[in-house]
């Protein structure tokens, strides 16, 4: 396989490698894309420079909305000594909403009007209503929201209807409860993530560690049954299904497909890119992690997570006891604005997390293993320990075949 490097028919190679390789393309809003979605990944990781790279390709290239001022520097200095002042929650929450409305810019700069591009939004955040209104303000082709069942969408986004509605689940039964909920409000997803809680990286959708591992999460059991609930609802063939969490090779694609979703979505795999945007070093601890590495443990929002076990991640779980028997009554968030609705450290919530989440993914955004959370999926990487482009990583999903540097080490 030869690597297309024509900027203007890299899309049309893609697609039509698609076929060659028994893979479907499908669409979304009447835009025909390869089968590859580049999952949201916070804070900072998935902005505007990996989300345009992805989308130049054909593809869904997502932003996470969250506290998107770490990539700005004039942001940074407005905002960085805010500590105790009446106002500081204000102007950092401004400064945000200001960030994503440039790396929207950015990525459809570099996306050349191909693609899609999407913004990941957490349910979960204090600010969701707010990162939601400035992401359609600011053009974004799609909207994705997990962490929590976005009941609230349609209406959030009624002046907006050419704007994909993605929300992400991770089982049949709440695939079917947000159907129902929307199309009371006159609205249908126009895709459905879902994402497998066993596989994927960051906060997961079970309910506590232990249900990881629970059958009725695997694509074998919830892509069929959302599929038999779209037939009896009369809603058949309108709503394309998007598998999350353990894809790493075109024979992934080519099985899940087989089930009936349309498309996959990839996390981890993209963060390891050279277009990623966070430091190399983060992306080096991502690359670098031994099965043994990573571990599932409850965040601080409440949800499981998996992620590396650094020497943060792991002196935070020896003294997580203490911290949780020290828990006490709600306190000012420790980085002057809440990014999430419900926080463990701050409400004082001993059966959760006892950490600022905001703080450890910016430390690990930088890169800096003494400070920071790196979230990671619990599947193999594409390219092992090699950084590589989002092109060649698009081109080994699709085609199948490995860059020819690859078997000489190359990074």
Same mark, same amino acid.
């Given at each position: 396989?030869?690597? $297309? ?18 893979? !479907? @393309?499908?669409?979304?809003? #009447?835009? +025909? ?28 290239? @997502? ?15 407005? @905002? ?82 050419? +704007? %994909?509605? &993605? ?23 126009? %895709? ?15 309910? #506590? ?25 009369? &809603?058949?063939?309108? &709503?394309?299904? &998007? ?32 277009? $990623?945007?966070? %430091? ?9 992690? !031994? ?10 929002? #409440? ?6 076990? @650094? ?13 949780? %028997?020290?828990?006490?009554? !709600?306190?000012? $968030? ?8 419900? $926080? ?27 400070? #920071? ?39």
């Amino acid at each position: 396989m030869e690597y $297309c490097v024509d900027e203007d028919k890299v899309v049309s190679a893609l697609l039509e490698l698609c076929e060659a390789s028994g893979l !479907k @393309t499908w669409e979304l809003r #009447g835009k +025909t894309l390869v089968p590859v979605v580049q999952g949201g990944m916070g804070v900072g990781v998935s902005a505007g420079g990996l989300a345009g790279s992805v989308a130049r390709q054909g593809g869904i290239g @997502t932003l996470s909305s969250v506290d998107l001022r770490r990539l700005h520097p004039d942001l940074m200095e407005q @905002t960085g000594h805010l500590d105790k002042e009446p106002d500081a929650r204000r102007i950092i929450e401004s400064a945000n909403l200001v960030a994503l409305d440039r790396e929207i810019q950015r990525a459809r700069s570099l996306s050349k009007g191909n693609g899609v591009i999407a913004v990941n939004v957490m349910k979960a955040l204090s600010q969701y209503t707010g990162y939601v209104r400035q992401a359609l303000e600011s053009g974004a082709d799609a909207l994705v929201v997990g962490a929590g069942l976005p009941l609230d969408l349609p209406e959030l986004a009624r002046d907006f209807p050419n +704007t %994909a509605l &993605i929300p992400i689940l991770s089982d049949a039964r709440g695939v079917q409860l947000l159907v129902r909920k929307w199309e009371k409000r006159g609205r249908l997803p126009d %895709a459905v993530v879902i994402e497998h809680p066993r596989l994927a990286g960051g906060h997961l959708g079970a309910s #506590g560690v232990g249900d990881l591992s629970d059958p009725r999460f695997d694509f074998e059991v919830v892509i069929p049954a959302v599929l038999a609930f779209f037939r009896a609802a009369g &809603i058949d063939g309108r &709503i394309p299904l &998007i598998a999350a969490g353990g894809i790493s090779c075109q024979s992934d694609i080519v099985r899940l497909q087989a089930l009936g979703a349309s498309a996959v979505q990839l996390g981890t795999a993209f963060a390891v890119t050279q277009e $990623c945007d966070a %430091a190399p070093a983060f992306k080096h601890v991502l690359a670098h992690a !031994k099965p043994q590495d990573i571990v599932e443990f409850v965040s601080v929002s #409440g949800l499981p997570a998996r992620a590396v076990r @650094t020497p943060w991640l792991n002196k935070y779980l020896r003294v997580e006891p203490q911290l949780k %028997a020290a828990a006490h009554l !709600k306190k000012k $968030c420790n980085m002057s604005f809440d990014c999430l609705a419900h $926080c463990g450290l701050r409400d004082g919530d001993a059966s959760i997390g006892q950490f600022c989440i905001d703080q450890q993914l910016g430390h690990a955004m930088d890169g800096n293993v003494h400070k #920071g959370l790196f979230f990671r999926g619990a599947g193999a990487l594409p390219f092992g320990e090699q950084i590589r482009s989002v092109a060649e990583l698009m081109q080994w999903l699709i085609g199948g075949e490995a860059p020819a540097s690859l078997s000489e080490g190359t990074a």
